[in-house]
T-cell receptor, first 114, second 112 residues
Framework: KNQVEQSPQSLIILEGKNCTLQ??????????LRWYKQDTGRGPVSLTI?????NTKSNGRYTATLDADTKQSSLHITASQLSDSASYIC?????????????FGTGTQLKVEL | SQTIHQWPATLVQPVGSPLSLECTVE??????LYWYRQAAGRGLQLLFY??????ISSEVPQNLSASRPQDRQFILSSKKLLLSDSGFYLC???????????FGPGTRLTVL
């Protein structure tokens, strides 16, 4: 069964600090991995997309890494801002034919405080 | 540019009442369309997806149904709502089923 597990479930950090969110998956065959940011009461917005051959990808202060061998990904947020407070969702796509083969993690709830 | 709309933004309905949530996409043609539900503290759960007009695939059996009467319109319905139908409903679209999905603003449904 395809699964995506994220840790920690929630995290509180001070503004300006860095943090790293983790994602472990057991999706097969792997196609790509995405990190989404979801503000409270809003739809998710894509941050990064990585395929099997990509080890790292950055989007401003967000840097995602992928280790396809260990089936792990991380999202590193640098110099956090209050606006980074949101749920961060890891989504893994399986390379199967027909229909939507996305598996969603339950997300990490990040709160950035002054 | 493409935009996706959902309405209503929030809805409070009694148990046993009908439901109709609407999703429309602008700026693209023949999109793949998806309905998700996000329960509190849970991940996104795919309910239905559609690759074309009148083509609906159900991922999870339930008392909900979906329809796609027009190319860029996706409707989620129920004849009789259950308490367990409460949640945050998200519509999404993409051009390729393996590409990034773009999500709408969502509808917060509370069934009392």
């Amino acid at each position: 069964k395809n699964q995506v597990e994220q840790s920690p479930q929630s995290l509180i950090i001070l503004e300006g600090k860095n943090c790293t969110l983790q994602c472990n998956y057991t999706v097969s065959p792997f196609s790509n991995l995405r990190w989404y940011k979801q503000d409270t009461g809003r739809g998710p917005v894509s941050l990064t997309i990585m395929t099997f051959s990509e080890n790292t990808k950055s989007n401003g202060r967000y840097t995602a890494t992928l280790d396809a061998d260990t089936k792990q990904s991380s999202l590193h947020i640098t110099a956090s801002q209050l606006s980074d407070s949101a749920s961060y969702i890891c989504v893994v796509s399986a390379a199967a034919g027909g229909g939507n083969k996305l598996t969603f993690g339950t997300g990490t709830q990040l709160k950035v405080e002054l | 540019s493409q935009t996706i709309h959902q309405w209503p933004a929030t809805l409070v309905q009694p148990v046993g009442s009908p439901l109709s949530l609407e999703c429309t996409v602008e700026g693209t043609s023949n999109p793949n369309l998806y309905w998700y539900r996000q329960a509190a503290g849970r991940g996104l759960q795919l309910l239905f997806y559609s690759v074309g007009i009148g083509q609906i695939s159900s991922e999870v059996p339930q008392n909900l149904s979906a329809s796609r009467p027009q190319d860029r319109q996706f409707i989620l319905s129920s004849k009789k709502l259950l308490l367990s139908d409460s949640g945050f409903y998200l519509c999404a679209w993409n051009r390729d089923i393996y590409n990034e999905q773009f999500f709408g603003p969502g509808t917060r449904l509370t069934v009392l």
